[in-house]
Structure formats: C-alpha cells, structure tokens
C-alpha cells in the first residue's frame, strides 16, 4: 500500500492554562525566604497591571507590564515561575510563538511548578515545543502528562508525530494508538496524525492493520488522496471484474479524487468498453478539464464513444421504456449502466430494482452493488449502507461494496469532500 504522510504541521492553539480573565496574583508583602509560593509586591504590583491589560484583550501593554515585572533583581523561583506562566499567555496572545515556546518551557522546566498547574502548563509546553519542532522536548513534555493521566486525543497525537520524526517507530506506534483509544473513550475522531502513523507503521508487517487504519482516515478526514489510495489498493484484489473496476473508479470520480491521467485514462477505457459511451465521453472530458490529460490525447482515445454517445442521447427516452417493458433484467441493467454516466441516478435506482424483480442478468452479484452506489449517489445513505451489506461474491467485489459504504459514513458524518462531477 502506498504510505500516507504527517500532515501539515500543528496549528497553535491558545493555551490551555487558565484563561487571562480568571487569573489572579495578590500583591503582598516582602515574604520570607521560606514562603516560596507567593509573589512579593515589587512582582506582584506589576502583574495586577498585566493582568488587567490581559481583560481588556490590550496583550501589548500586558506585555510590557509583565517585562518590568521580569526585570526586578532577586525573584524568588516562584515568582519567576509565574512571570513566565503570564508572559507564555501574553506572547501566544501575540502570536509571537518563538517567544511563547520560551516562556513556556521556562514554566514547564520549573522545579517550583505547582502540583495542580502541572497539567496545563505541561501541555501548554507540549503544544509550543510540537509548533517550534522541537520532538525531545514534546516528547518529554507528552511523558510527563502521561506520568498524571494528563496526554489526550490531541496531546498524544503530538508526541507521536515527535516520535515518528525521530524515526521511533515503534514509540511512534504506542502514543498514536494511545492518541486513538482517547479519542475514542472521548466520544471524538481520531487526530489525522495518529490514523496516518498506524497506518505507515503496520504497512509492511501487518498489511490488514494498516489498510483499516487508512480506512479511518478517509472516512474521518476526507481527504481525496486517502480514497484514491484505498482504490489503488482494491485493484490488487483477486476476482476483480471489470464491473467492479469500473464501479471502484465511479467511486473515485464521484469522490473528486481522481489524481492522475492513467485514473481518466483507465476509467474512460473501461466505460467504453462497456458500452457505456457518455460515461467514457464525460471521463476523458473531465481528464482534459483537470489538465490531467491533454484535449489531444482525449480526442484520440474517445474515437467511436463520442459518436456513439451523441447517438444514444437522441434515443435515451426510447431506450429507456423498452427496458422498463422488455422481460430481461439484463436489458434494465444495461440501461441503467448507461444513466449512471448522466447522473441520473434515481432513474439507475428504478431500473436495477426492476433487473432485480425480473431476474436474468448476466452478473446478478453486480445487481446490489450498483443498486447500493445509485442510494449513495443520491444521498440515501442509510438504505445505500443496507443494500451493500448485502453484497456477496469475489473478494474484488467485496471490496468494492466495502469501499463504497465506507464513503457513505464519511457523507452521513459530513467529511467526504462534495461530488466534484
């Protein structure tokens, strides 16, 4: 199977510490040597000013509040503990990330680290060291979340994109399955990341594994290429027809996911020698509109389905209600072939059912697949799930089913991209 790639890097995220607006410092006294956890008046006075500024959504002047406080001589650890909290705060807020990644891991770093602050600011460090691409320090970061029950969905996703740029795969593995199991106890979609790191970890060694966990990302991502790789990967099915071919490049078409000119090439090859003439015309047409193939290249393998297609179309009424009379249920499929390349799908819908009442057709197992695409294409999804569940036959025709109903969960949970033909 091809391998799938880390996306894009982590988007800073504002931090997880407790909001600005519901921070307090108390300016006191001078304390005593031993009284570590408090901050002095010289700090203190300073960051009631930041803090004040951080209400007002003012980050500059919180900024320049929180220095003065950064500048006074013979900080006590805590003290200088809580400056960095607030100006990790403040530079996020600026989205001066460079300097929030110092702020924050200052805080982070901090033996005087408050028990109960641990698991924000330790995630706040994660989050900035993931951003500033820096996989040690997430990584001891995610660890020591993981020492309090603290690594999320998220969180763990990130130590194991740090993990996996050190080439440990198999850390890389545990934290990205970690990062799953939290998602799903959560009642949340997996992190992109985490779905692609199985996957490129179980490639070779356990091929099932990693075809299910792209699977997930597909289904839960959407993206284009993780279905043109499932497709890619149905191909080496064995008992795979060319109706099944066919239907598993009408699953790339339908999805937007037609990436290369041998995709266009293939289909449109395939289609025509079905008979399928305005599907094959529609495939070469949308190669050439892609800039995938050139109006050349397309003109020459059309050939006879151009003419053949224009003749179709002036007859497409009459061919149409000698099907629905004829006793055949392979002359209602055929038909009903060629509707698929007209989109009109509710019309395939009618035409398989009425194959399936009256029996006889060539390739009865092709009868639900397609009845099953036709519900899906029309946004049926629940009968279009039903109907290819029952599908039985080869393993390429297995898959084939297997793959369209897995598009249709990504349509039910709204990440699939929109038909793009």
Same mark, same amino acid.
């Given at each position: 199977?091809?391998?799938?790639?880390?996306?894009?890097?982590? *988007?800073?995220?504002?931090?997880?510490?407790?909001? *600005?607006?519901?921070?307090?410092?108390?300016?006191?006294?001078?304390? *005593?040597?031993?009284?570590?956890?408090?901050?002095?008046?010289?700090?203190?006075?300073?960051?009631?000013?930041?803090?004040?500024?951080?209400?007002a959504n003012d980050f500059q002047t919180a900024l320049t509040a929180a220095q003065q406080a950064q500048a006074?001589?013979?900080?006590? =650890?805590?003290?200088?503990?809580?400056?960095?909290?607030?100006?990790?705060?403040?530079?996020?807020?600026?989205?001066?990330?460079?300097?929030?990644?110092?702020?924050?891991?200052?805080?982070?770093?901090?033996?005087?680290?408050?028990?109960?602050?641990?698991?924000?600011?330790?995630?706040?460090?994660?989050?900035?060291?993931? $951003?500033?691409?820096?996989?040690?320090?997430?990584?001891?970061?995610?660890?020591?979340?993981?020492?309090?029950?603290?690594?999320?969905?998220?969180?763990?996703?990130?130590?194991?994109?740090?993990?996996?740029?050190?080439?440990?795969?198999?850390?890389?593995?545990?934290?990205?399955?970690?990062?799953?199991?939290?998602?799903?106890?959560?009642?949340?979609? /997996?992190?992109?990341?985490?779905?692609?790191?199985?996957?490129?970890?179980?490639?070779?060694?356990?091929?099932?594994?990693?075809?299910?966990?792209?699977?997930?990302?597909?289904?839960?991502?959407?993206?284009?290429?993780?279905?043109?790789?499932?497709?890619?990967?149905?191909?080496? $099915?064995?008992?795979?027809?060319?109706?099944?071919?066919?239907?598993?490049?009408?699953?790339?078409?339908?999805?937007?996911?037609?990436?290369?000119?041998?995709?266009?090439?293939?289909?449109?090859?395939?289609?025509?020698?079905?008979?399928?003439?305005?599907?094959?015309?529609?495939?070469?047409?949308?190669?050439?509109?892609?800039?995938?193939?050139?109006?050349?290249?397309?003109?020459?393998?059309?050939?006879?389905?151009?003419?053949?297609?224009?003749?179709?179309?002036?007859?497409?009424?009459?061919?149409?209600?000698?099907?629905?009379?004829?006793?055949?249920?392979?002359? *209602?499929?055929?038909?009903? $072939?060629?509707?698929?390349?007209?989109?009109?799908?509710?019309?395939?819908?009618?035409?398989?059912?009425?194959?399936?009442?009256?029996?006889?057709?060539?390739? /009865?197992?092709?009868?639900?697949?397609?009845?099953?695409?036709?519900?899906?294409?029309?946004?049926?999804?629940?009968?279009?799930?039903?109907?290819?569940? $029952?599908?039985?036959?080869? =393993?390429?025709?297995?898959r084939t089913a297997r793959l369209w109903s897995l598009y249709a969960q990504s349509k039910q949970q709204g990440?699939?991209? /929109?038909?793009?033909?």
């Open positions: 199977m091809n391998k799938s790639f880390i996306r894009a890097a982590f *988007a800073a995220a504002l931090l997880s510490t407790t909001a *600005a607006a519901a921070m307090t410092i108390t300016a006191t006294a001078a304390v *005593a040597a031993d009284n570590t956890n408090k901050v002095g008046k010289a700090v203190g006075t300073p960051l009631e000013a930041a803090q004040k500024a951080m209400q006074v001589p013979n900080q006590t =650890p805590y003290e200088t503990y809580v400056i960095n909290k607030f100006l990790s705060i403040i530079y996020v807020s600026l989205k001066d990330y460079p300097n929030a990644t110092i702020a924050a891991e200052a805080a982070a770093d901090s033996p005087v680290m408050p028990e109960e602050d641990k698991k924000d600011i330790l995630h706040d460090a994660l989050e900035l060291a993931a $951003q500033a691409n820096q996989p040690q320090k997430a990584i001891g970061y995610g660890q020591e979340l993981e020492k309090i029950n603290g690594l999320n969905n998220r969180t763990a996703t990130m130590v194991a994109v740090a993990f996996y740029s050190l080439k440990d795969n198999a850390n890389a593995k545990k934290y990205a399955q970690m990062a799953i199991d939290a998602a799903k106890a959560a009642g949340e979609k /997996p992190e992109q990341n985490a779905l692609i790191i199985i996957s490129n970890t179980q490639g070779n060694a356990d091929p099932e594994a990693a075809r299910r966990s792209l699977e997930q990302l597909a289904v839960n991502g959407g993206d284009p290429g993780d279905w043109n790789r499932l497709v890619n990967d149905a191909f080496s $099915q064995k008992g795979l027809a060319d109706a099944d071919a066919l239907n598993l490049y009408r699953l790339l078409f339908f999805a937007g996911a037609m990436q290369s000119a041998d995709d266009y090439n293939y289909m449109g090859s395939l289609a025509e020698a079905q008979r399928d003439s305005t599907e094959a015309v529609k495939v070469f047409h949308a190669g050439v509109s892609d800039g995938k193939i050139s109006s050349a290249d397309a003109n020459a393998k059309m050939g006879k389905a151009r003419s053949e297609a224009a003749a179709d179309e002036g007859i497409l009424s009459t061919v149409i209600s000698a099907a629905q009379k004829s006793k055949r249920g392979e002359d *209602a499929m055929q038909v009903a $072939q060629d509707l698929w390349g007209y989109g009109r799908y509710a019309d395939v819908e009618s035409l398989v059912r009425d194959a399936q009442t009256k029996g006889g057709a060539k390739d /009865p197992g092709e009868i639900n697949v397609l009845l099953g695409m036709a519900q899906v294409a029309q946004g049926k999804y629940d009968a279009g799930l039903a109907t290819l569940g $029952q599908v039985s036959g080869s =393993p390429g025709r297995m990440t699939a991209a /929109p038909a793009a033909h």
